[in-house]
Every structure is written in structure tokens, then in C-alpha cells.
């Protein structure tokens, strides 16, 4: 599964990029995100509840940054594990676009699932990983502009 999409974010790229680099705002902006904990600078565990279709899980994962061409630049890979529901991997490429005073955020995503995730087809598991990241960059945007 491939997912990407663009927000503009009235704030700086500094801004931006230490937003999505703080683990208190990704916290508050990840849906289901009960737990977010920073190891290292590029290591972070997480926490979290999501509901796909009929089958509801508590994953738990780790996620690994690569900060190398920052801050307009930077990607990001994890596993989770959801127990009997299955589990996800995935990464993604993050592109931070200096926008007259804003941010264009771009992202590709790609995504592996299996177990009884899997089992649900890919049209649901595309839709609903579509709708979470929305909700997660709604969110985002909302607080960066907010703090900016």
C-alpha cells in the first residue's frame, strides 16, 4: 500500500520540522496514540489503538528516523505488532518545502500489513489508512499554526 498527499502549514520550516520532530505533538496528533516514547534522537516507541473495519487492536512498534538531510528532508521506518490482529510495517519520505513564510509538507508512504489485518482487503485498509492520515495532519497543521 502507497499512500501520499501535500499540506501547506502556515509556519516556518523550522518550525515544521521540529514539530514533527517532538514527541508530545505527535502524541497529540497521532489517532489512537496512547503512548509515544523517545529513546534517542532517532528512536521513538509507540503505543497505539486503532480500529480497521471489524477488527480492533493495540499495537505496540518502534519507530526509526533518519534525520540526515534535514530539516527539509527526512525519512522514517517502523514496525508494529497488534498481537492475533497482525502486524504493520512500513516507512516514509518526508519533504519539507520553504513556502513564502509557510510549509508545503509533502509525504509518500508505503505499508505492509498481515495477519487478520491483512485479511480485511486492501480497499479497507487503504481507505482507513487514508482517513488516519488526514486525521493526523489536520491535526498537526492545527497545532503548529497554533503554536506559531
Do not use: W
Amino acid at each position: 500500500m502507497e499512500l501520499h498527499d501535500e499540506i501547506r502549514v502556515e509556519a516556518p520550516q523550522e518550525v515544521v520540522y521540529e514539530a514533527l520532530n517532538n514527541p508530545d505533538v505527535l502524541k497529540a496528533c497521532i489517532p489512537g496514540c496512547e503512548e509515544l516514547i523517545k529513546h534517542s534522537d532517532t528512536e521513538l516507541e509507540a503505543k497505539v489503538v486503532l480500529k480497521i473495519g471489524p477488527v480492533k487492536a493495540k499495537f505496540g512498534g518502534n519507530v526509526t528516523l533518519d534525520p540526515s538531510e534535514a530539516p527539509s528532508k527526512f525519512s522514517l521506518s517502523g514496525e508494529g505488532n497488534g498481537g492475533m490482529a497482525g502486524f504493520a510495517k512500513g516507512g516514509a519520505d518526508v519533504e519539507l518545502i520553504d513556502d513564502n513564510g509557510g510549509t508545503i509538507v509533502k509525504y509518500l508512504a508505503k505499508a505492509d500489513v498481515g495477519g487478520k489485518i491483512a485479511q480485511l482487503g486492501s480497499r479497507l485498509i487503504t481507505s482507513t489508512s487514508k482517513k488516519l492520515a488526514k486525521s493526523f495532519f489536520d491535526k498537526f497543521k492545527g497545532e503548529v499554526e497554533q503554536q506559531a
